[in-house]
DNA sequence: AAGACCCTCAACCGCCTCTGC
DNA sequence: TGCAGAGGCGGTTGAGGGTCT
């Protein structure tokens, strides 16, 4: 059955023929794709405005790099991955010349593999448990159904998989207002056998309240460890902006000892990236920006979630994610032990 | 040589969000 | 506010080529 937007007309399906390439190429090139619905009709195709779409962003596009991925490129991969999870539209963008759909396919045919192999879980980057690496190992055997999706065999069930897909609401704890956790609650936790899948899923939930809905409230003096540099910094942050600069300075440094800088660089809005590294806008500055001074941190509107800022230092919101969620993974063994301020 | 099996990746499906009316 | 269309995304499929037995 057709996609709603050609479910009237008469498409063709599979693969694309070079005749049926250069009609794209023609028509995109002469008068770019404007609405994807169009283009089949103005461009003489007989396919759905989506796969004209997904031809041309996946294949045909220009900019496109093609070839084997890099070294470089799956590390890249792999640690925005663990960040980021199956988000592969996100990781892609910090891989210039990669699509999702590649990025996606390498995962599943490579990297998921290596790092099964490697005993760890490619859904959490945690080391498997004993007994999940027999259980994964026989997935490659004949013997087991290989249809079935790797997590769902982590985790017994498929159905566990379809609701670890569901962003719960995140709620904040009342008490500690701590973003660096002892390291021991962490393990605790993975000893009482909280659900990584879970925690990962409700990171995310927490994410869409950090974009959506609440003010960042780190209170003063906290310390964050981006511990996945090659050279772990202390970034003092502060949220009584007494030391911005000293913030930008340490993400700098960061970012220029790290071989993740150049996967977390913002994409969307280099020149944040740029603002981040600058002294500190202050008082009638930030209101003349449009921007929320509440809390420690600041997110703006829904409608652009683009930039936040933090003390001073205008963050890419990516970036500090991307910071950021490293630092909540490793140091925060459950909801339950992480504070954040939703006021 | 041939069939079975494995692997890759282009393409599709279905769902979600956004936007305009 | 609700609806419909368009775009975007992640999960999945399956064709085709490669490798194994």
Sequence with gaps: MGHHCCSKQKVKRGLWSPEEDEKLIKHITNHGHGCWSSVPKLAGLQRC??????????????????????EHEERTII????????????IAKHLPGRT???????????????????????NTHNLLSPHQIPILNANNSKNIDSTKPVFSIINNTSTQTKDAK?????????????????????ESSLTHGSSNL??????????????????????????VELERAKMPILLPLSSSSSQPLDFGTAVQSWVANS???????????????????????????????????????????????????FDGCN???????????????????????LAWDCN
């Design 79 to 90: 640690d925005v991955h663990r960040i980021l999870g199956n988000r592969w539209a996100q």
């Design 100 to 122: 999702d759909n590649e990025v996606k396919n390498f995962w599943n045919s490579c990297i998921k593999k290596k790092l099964i192999a490697q005993g760890l879980d490619p």
């Design 49 to 70: 405005g989506k796969s004209c779409r997904l031809r041309w962003i996946n294949y045909l596009r220009p900019d496109l790099r093609r070839g084997s991925f890099t």
């Design 198 to 223: 879970n925690y990962q899923d409700n990171i995310l939930g927490l994410k869409n309240d950090v974009r959506y809905q609440s003010t960042i409230g780190f209170s003063s003096q906290h310390l």
């Design 259 to 309: 071989d993740l800088g150049a996967a977390f660089e913002p994409t969307r809005r280099p020149e944040a990236y740029e603002e981040m590294l600058q002294p500190p806008m202050v008082g009638q500055e930030f209101v003349n920006k449009g921007l929320d001074l509440r809390g420690g941190g600041v997110v703006q509107s829904q409608t652009n979630v683009d930039m936040g800022s």
């Design 315 to 337: 963050i890419d919101l990516e970036f500090m994610e991307a910071a950021l969620m490293p630092t909540l993974y490793t140091n925060v063994g459950s909801l339950d032990q």
């Design 166 to 186: 569901k962003v719960q609401p995140f709620r904040p704890h009342s008490d500690a207002n701590d973003l660096v956790m002892s390291h021991n609650l962490y």
